[in-house]
């Protein structure tokens, strides 16, 4: 039977494990601390940090594993490279997981190598160096290791300049910042997977977020409102990136703006790994007819891949935010797949859980996901079935 270490036992590297079981390998892991979800479902585990390359190579070593892979997290790449590149596995290049850790270096590397810029980045390394800066309105500051949109600001106006400097710093782990021209458009999502030297474009997501009184509305499209002349502007920037990044293998996911002065993409972030909000569990499955954990973990396997697309559909997920309270009933939604276009409906929450006020997505009841013959139908179709499971999610 064929080993394969996961670096991670966390919630995103749950389905990893899961799945290298399910098609017949054994699956060991690494993490921290005891406890991590993951453990669970391994033949075997060791606590090790998953920043602790020698470590886990004497692990991997030890175990004689045929294949190393992490899912949903890059923190975890540079170890997976190290395995790899000393075990002779299939495996990224060192040099692009270790650039993943910065996404100021990744900001230079797209600008060197010539892709859509909007004007001039640079770090910032200490407040001293950020008050003796010049800044040109409106710009982002970023931290060079942030995630989830943690310490991020717009800054607009002079008098903003400090706080968000402080707040930047205050969400940066290692202390560095960046600051990036702010771009005023469309912001979608970009998920893409490299595969025997091709770069495929899974899909292109646009997201919506907004509150009424009492909860937000949150739903992913794919390809909502683009016309083919940015669809294909959109594909040539993603592969300039990957090329500028020499991405070799498996996912690799982006944001980015579509100009509202000049109609160009410009990327904005770059996480060298699968898409979260359903993206590549579910999104990418149901619209293009591929499973990108299946191929990374034939990949990391050497195992011949066939990663291109087999159809396009139209997908629409929408969060299944409603009133705070208490859940008191949660009927059987599976009676409604396959009616009204409903194609998957996914719950993380079951009878008797107190449901909050919404601030992240631990606060939700679950999603639904709907199909369409083009992308406004699926989201009609996704913001009818979003009313339908009030009437399944009882809250009291």
């Known amino acids: 039977m064929k080993?394969?270490?996961?670096?991670?036992?966390?919630?995103?590297?749950?389905?990893?494990?899961?799945?290298?079981?399910?098609?017949?390998?054994?699956?060991?892991?690494?993490?921290?601390?005891?406890?991590?979800?993951?453990?669970?479902?391994?033949?075997?585990?060791?606590?090790?940090?998953?920043?602790?390359?020698?470590?886990?190579?004497?692990?991997?070593?030890?175990?004689?594993?045929?294949?190393?892979?992490?899912?949903?997290?890059t923190l975890t790449l540079p170890t997976v490279s190290y395995i790899g590149e000393r075990m002779n596995l299939p495996c990224m290049p060192m040099a692009t997981s270790e650039i993943s850790?910065?996404?100021?270096?990744?900001?230079?590397?797209?600008?060197d190598f010539g892709l859509n810029s909007a004007g001039r980045t640079f770090e910032l390394n200490s407040q001293e160096e950020a008050k003796n800066r010049e800044y040109s309105l409106p710009f982002v500051v970023k931290p060079t290791d942030g995630s989830g949109s943690k310490g991020v600001c717009i800054v607009k106006e002079s008098s903003e300049i400090e706080n968000a400097?402080?707040?930047?710093?205050?969400?940066?782990?290692?202390?560095?910042?960046?600051?990036?021209?702010?771009?005023?458009?469309?912001?979608?999502?970009?998920?893409?997977?490299?595969?025997?030297?091709?770069?495929?474009?899974?899909s292109i997501v646009k997201t919506e977020f907004y509150w009424t009184e009492n909860y937000p509305i949150y739903k992913q499209t794919t390809y909502l409102g683009i016309t083919p002349e940015v669809e294909q502007a959109i594909t040539l920037e993603v592969e300039k990136a990957v090329k500028a990044l020499n991405v070799t293998w498996g996912p690799i996911n982006f944001d980015l703006i579509v100009s509202a002065d000049n109609n160009k993409p410009y990327i904005i972030d770059i996480g060298i790994r699968n898409g979260q909000n359903l993206i590549a569990s579910h999104i990418v499955p149901y619209s293009r007819g591929v499973d990108e954990l299946d191929n990374s973990i034939n990949l990391c396997l050497g195992i011949e891949t066939d990663a291109i697309p087999k159809k396009k559909k139209y997908i629409s997920s929408r969060l299944l935010i409603y009133n705070p309270g208490v859940i008191k009933q949660i009927k059987d939604v599976n009676q409604v797949i396959g009616t009204n276009n409903i194609v998957d409906v996914i719950m993380r929450k079951k009878e008797g859980d107190i449901l909050?006020?919404?601030?992240?997505?631990?606060?939700?009841?679950?999603?639904?996901?709907?199909?369409?013959?083009?992308?406004?139908?699926?989201?009609?179709y996704a913001d009818a079935a979003w009313e339908t499971l009030q009437n399944y999610i009882i809250i009291e």
């Open 356 to 380: 909050p006020p919404y601030q992240t997505k631990s606060d939700i009841c679950g999603w639904v996901l709907t199909e369409g013959d083009t992308p406004d139908a699926a989201s009609q």
């Open 3 to 73: 080993k394969i270490l996961i670096i991670g036992a966390g919630d995103y590297q749950v389905p990893a494990i899961k799945r290298v079981r399910q098609m017949g390998y054994a699956a060991y892991c690494v993490d921290y601390k005891e406890g991590q979800p993951g453990f669970e479902y391994a033949d075997g585990y060791k606590i090790i940090d998953v920043k602790d390359k020698e470590a886990c190579l004497a692990f991997a070593q030890e175990l004689s594993i045929d294949g190393v892979l992490t899912w949903g997290a």
């Open 101 to 111: 850790m910065s996404k100021y270096q990744i900001r230079k590397a797209l600008d």
């Open 165 to 202: 400097i402080q707040y930047a710093f205050e969400g940066a782990r290692n202390n560095q910042i960046y600051v990036e021209p702010y771009i005023d458009g469309e912001e979608f999502t970009v998920e893409a997977y490299v595969c025997n030297g091709k770069c495929y474009i899974y």
